[in-house]
């Protein structure tokens, strides 16, 4: 209960009236005193009464639109006031939210309480991923005759969490659908869909319907079916594509992203097969061989590493590395003795990690002037032709490129699949709807020529629900129309 | 002009106030038709603390000795003045709270005598500072501001 100054002037009286009773050597003027005291115990009694029957019944209830939102995003803070037998607006009220200082308020904390019943809507924004608390709201009240002032938190808190903005529920499919393939939380333990590429034979009497093989079968004529020899150890390369173009898309939410989870899946996935796994990001200047193929699980640990740090933005990367530069070599050339070097730095012991920046730094680097994807597929012919499997994650707005890649890097012995992630799924929201449809069927149109070339399967990657309401949306309007 | 607001308690209080005053006018003459005039005057314009205030200061300065009786009937009369302000909403209980404590306070501060009118004061000022304290205290307690440590 803080005082005001209406009653400081007032106790300034009171004790000009002792003075004065002093000064006079009449008694009767301590009367004053006496007489102002009772009159402002009779107010603070009055006042704390009226506060006591508040925090017992609090006129204030505050609620939350949403408890859990994503970073950037805002929720709606509501709060209802209603008074009870006593009339809250004789204590002059004034409302004070009291968000975490993390919530980011759009709009005025501060609100004058003019009605008997009132509705308050506050937005609140949440800057960083964490778990928050809204406080109740303070109320700022006067006492009758203005002479105390107190500030007291009324009415229940509210809890709201703040998750970070990363890939959620990926989509991986073809033309809208999913396959139905195990991803995040399942075993890898699937086939039969083209992902796991096998051996294609025609196909026999007595062999399961489910091996076959409809897309080589459409293409051929004939039956044939698909074999996957556990046995095989299977050479798998990863190319990442890392260019400018892939960092579209909201922060957290970009195509490197979601990019940087099927890497990651893909790790996780040939680390079971006990696979040897190579690792190359490509990048707008420059191709970066991070890991030649090897299979024990400290490489595949670094591969993940790898993956999991790939987030810093390639031209910084680029510019802090021209620092340390060598001379530019050709796609194809003789690998050095600092290459060899790395290779004997496989081991994830503290040695290794302390030496081997300096040492990645050395020969790994190919400038490339264009079709950075196209060149590190062909240095992988150079260097690594008895690749079986090779992944590129990337997306479409090379696709030019993407189909001579294709061509180039699927033969006989090696299958080839892209995971690639359509541009028109990371466009920012509110774009025309119908020509994101249009963009979509132009991408299915797109991944359907990659998938035709032989030994290549195709598979589009991005955010599920952004694709759900691109398909929904369009069914509505063509079942308006 | 804002305590003009038409009331039985507004009206009890004027009654009070002109009760009281008249006993300035009776005893002073000029000197308390002044004090009175202030009074009524303050009571208009401000909350009734001021127009006690100003009654209290004229009966001081009319009775000097102070007379029992016209002393008891103004100051009976300034108290009513006090109790029936309409802006102070106190409960009659909390209003007998209130009398009670600062009649025991005079009692306490009379009972001292023969005191020196300076400690006599200082007594005064101390009791009533002391007795907000005890009720700001009680008022945290009551609001749940206190917690254990």
């Not at chain 1, 869909?193 to 076959?212: H, K, M, Q, S, V």
């Not at chain 1, 095989?232 to 970009?254: F, H, I, K, N, P």
């Not at chain 2, 308390?32 to 200061?57: D, H």
Request: charged fraction near 20%.
């Amino acid at each position: 209960m803080e005082p005001t100054r209406r009653l400081w002037g007032v106790g300034v009286l009171a004790i000009g009236g002792a003075i004065l009773g002093v000064l006079f050597s009449s008694p009767l003027y301590l009367g004053i005193p006496l007489g102002i005291g009772a009159w402002i115990l009779a107010h603070q009694i009055a006042f704390t009464r009226a506060l006591s029957r508040l925090t017992d019944t609090p006129p204030v209830t505050q609620s939350l639109s949403r408890e859990t939102i994503l970073v950037g995003d805002t929720t709606l803070l509501t709060i209802q006031v209603t008074t009870g037998t006593d009339s809250l607006l004789d204590l002059e009220p004034t409302l004070t939210v009291q968000p975490s200082p993390a919530l980011e308020v759009d709009g005025p904390r501060q609100h004058e309480l003019t009605a008997e019943k009132q509705t308050l809507t506050v937005p609140l924004r949440v800057q960083v991923a964490g778990d928050y608390t809204v406080r109740p709201p303070q109320l700022q009240l006067t006492g009758r005759g203005g002479l105390f002032r107190e500030s007291l938190d009324i009415g229940n808190a509210c809890a709201v969490t703040g998750e970070p903005r990363v890939p959620r529920d990926t989509h991986i499919g073809t033309g809208g659908e999913s396959i139905a393939v195990a991803y995040g939380e399942h075993g890898a333990s699937y086939g039969g869909t083209g992902f796991d590429p096998g051996e294609l034979r025609e196909y026999l009497p007595g062999d399961p319907a489910n091996r076959i093989d409809w897309k080589a079968t459409a293409r051929t004529g004939e039956p044939h079916v698909r074999e996957f020899d556990p046995e095989t150890t299977r050479q798998t390369q990863l190319l990442v594509d890392r260019r400018q173009s892939m960092r579209m898309g909201r922060a957290g939410e970009t195509k490197q992203d979601y990019g940087r989870e099927i890497a990651a899946w893909i790790t996780e996935y040939v680390a079971t097969l006990d696979d040897p796994l190579g690792l190359t990001f490509v990048s707008d200047e420059q191709i970066t061989t991070v890991a030649t193929p090897q299979a024990s699980t400290a490489h595949y640990q670094r591969v993940r590493r790898e993956i999991l740090d790939l987030g810093a933005p390639a031209a910084q990367q680029s510019t802090a590395d021209s620092n340390r530069d060598r001379p530019t070599r050709q796609s194809g050339g003789r690998p050095r003795l600092t290459l060899n070097l790395e290779d004997g730095l496989a081991e994830d012991d503290p040695f290794s990690r302390t030496l081997r920046p300096y040492v990645r730094d050395a020969a790994k680097r190919h400038r490339v002037a264009d079709k950075p994807l196209l060149r590190a597929v062909q240095t992988l012919e150079a260097g690594h032709a008895e690749t079986a499997w090779l992944v590129i994650v990337t997306d479409d707005a090379q696709r030019g490129e993407l189909l001579e890649t294709a061509r180039l890097a699927a033969t006989r012995d090696r299958f080839v699949t892209f995971f690639v992630l359509p541009s028109v799924l990371f466009e920012p929201p509110g774009a025309e709807i119908s020509a994101a449809y249009d963009a979509y069927q132009d991408f299915e149109s797109f991944r359907q020529q990659l998938a035709t070339t032989t030994n290549v399967t195709a598979f589009e990657v991005g955010p599920r629900d952004r694709l759900g309401k691109l398909l929904e949306s369009t069914h509505t309007r063509r079942a308006e129309q | 002009m804002s305590n003009w607001v038409p009331s039985p308690q507004r009206g009890i209080g004027l009654l009070a106030l002109l009760g009281a005053s008249s006993v300035l006018v009776v005893l002073g003459g000029g000197t308390g038709v002044v004090f009175g005039l202030a009074a009524l005057g303050a009571w208009v314009v401000a909350p009734p603390v001021f127009a006690f205030v100003f009654a209290q200061s004229g009966l001081a300065a009319v009775t000097s000795p102070p007379i029992l009786l016209p002393v008891a009937f103004a100051e009976v009369g300034l108290l009513a003045m006090l109790v029936t302000d309409p802006e102070s909403h106190v409960s009659v209980r909390d209003a007998a709270i209130v009398v009670v404590g600062v009649g025991t306070l005079t009692g306490l501060v009379w009972s001292l005598q023969p005191t020196p009118l300076w400690l006599a004061a200082v007594l005064v000022l101390l009791g009533i500072s002391g007795f907000v304290y005890g009720v700001h205290r009680f008022e945290l307690l009551a609001t749940g501001q206190l917690t254990e440590q």
